[in-house]
């Protein structure tokens, strides 16, 4: 399912048009980026398949082998950086919401041919929802599925949580602890879970461990973008 950076950008500026770079304004053609900043997308590296964090040889990393997550698995498109964080901060904190159809293009050619039962979004919280006017995980998730795939379990953030990137690593999962509930049953279903950035993936973990107390047999995550080591 692995698939050269370039191939994915390819695919997904045939079928999202922009005249202009989403990042410097220079002229794209039918392209969402010019070909300077195109050229200047991440390459993934080997990751663990379990959380996406760099491995080699894409074996099981020794944080998953000693300490395993919630969740089973996870998919990411890119690393975390430029140009990247650039498109995440143009689509959270700006409503770009092309971004979000050009993130889940990407998205579902990096998860095609997966198996899931249903897909959800990462909620947010009512307040942050209120203030933002959008959940950029669902606006993601939709434009990587059909509708008819998303998981219509009551999957809600019951407490809203101090932003993750402001706490060191080891404060994340205590912050998140308790923050989901799920008020319908997902027994025996494989969910994937849409999100944008996975960091230290304690935010993912918790709401992992919410879907399996519903019953969910199987988590996994497609995000679009995993960081490194050095900035967790």
Not at 23 to 42: H, I, Q, R, S
Not at 94 to 104: E, T, Y
Not at 151 to 166: C, F, G, L, M, P
Request: some cysteine; hydrophobic content about 45%; aromatic content about 6%.
């Amino acid at each position: 399912m692995t698939m050269h950076i370039s191939k994915i950008w390819r695919a997904v500026t045939r079928s999202v048009l922009a005249p202009e770079c989403l990042l410097c304004g220079a002229a794209a053609g039918d392209a969402m980026l010019c070909e300077a900043c195109a050229a200047a997308l991440p390459q993934p590296p080997p990751a663990c398949p379990v959380c996406a964090a760099p491995s080699p040889g894409a074996a099981v990393c020794g944080a998953c082998l000693s300490r395993p997550p919630s969740f089973d698995a996870t998919f990411a498109v890119w690393p975390y950086g430029f140009p990247i964080d650039r498109l995440v901060q143009s689509l959270k904190y700006r409503g770009n919401l092309p971004v979000a159809r050009m993130f889940g293009a990407a998205l579902a050619l990096r998860v095609a041919g997966r198996t899931v039962d249903v897909v959800a979004p990462m909620p947010l919280a009512r307040e942050r929802l209120t203030a933002r006017g959008f959940n950029q995980a669902m606006e993601i998730a939709r434009a990587t599925v059909a509708r008819s795939a998303l998981v219509n379990a009551k999957i809600e953030r019951v407490r809203d949580t101090a932003s993750q990137t402001d706490l060191p690593y080891v404060e994340r999962a205590r912050n998140v602890r308790g923050a989901f509930a799920c008020g319908g049953t997902l027994r025996g279903l494989r969910v994937a879970v849409v999100d944008d950035v996975m960091t230290s993936g304690a935010t993912l973990d918790e709401l992992a461990e919410t879907l399996k107390r519903a019953g969910a047999a199987w988590v996994e995550n497609w995000v679009i973008a995993r960081t490194l080591p050095r900035d967790v």
